[in-house]
């Protein structure tokens, strides 16, 4: 919508709370609170850039500062920006989904185990170190 195209992030965040100087806020609506309410803070913070709902103009129309970039959901785009920002990691991931009835937690063991023996790191297995 409007700024400078050359604008430099140093940050992607939906956290309000989060954003500083020259990162980029994803104002996503929610079920109680709607982001977009935000942006006079985010504007203060310093934030270099925002990605606002197009749905939503009433909120951002006037906002100074920022770069501004209207979608027609954030949800979505602060998916995309996110991957841009971390350089596309899941281009580098092999995904294994499990599916079915019966099974699945013994399958992804095995799975895990399997990967593991060769030496791949495995997300499942990570999720089990970090207790998630």
Do not use: C, Y
């Not at 400078?4 to 104002?27: I, N, Y």
């Not at 609506?29 to 942006?39: E, I, S």
């Not at 990605?51 to 027609?72: K, S, T, Y």
């Amino acid at each position: 919508v409007r700024g400078s195209a050359e604008t430099a992030v140093v940050a992607v965040d939906h956290d309000s709370r989060k954003v500083g100087r020259g990162g980029l806020f994803v104002a996503v609506p929610g079920f109680t609170t709607d982001a977009h309410t935000f942006l006079p803070q985010i504007a203060a913070a310093g934030a270099g850039a925002v990605i606002v709902q197009r749905d939503r103009a009433e909120l951002w129309r006037n906002l100074q500062g920022p770069a501004v970039v209207a979608v027609d959901d954030s949800r979505k785009a602060l998916a995309s920006a996110a991957a841009w920002f971390f350089g596309h990691p899941g281009r580098e991931m092999v995904v294994v989904g499990i599916t079915g009835t019966d099974g699945k937690t013994t399958t992804s063991h095995l799975v895990t185990s399997v990967l593991a023996s060769l030496g791949t790191v495995a997300g499942f297995q990570l999720a089990e170190l970090l207790q998630l």
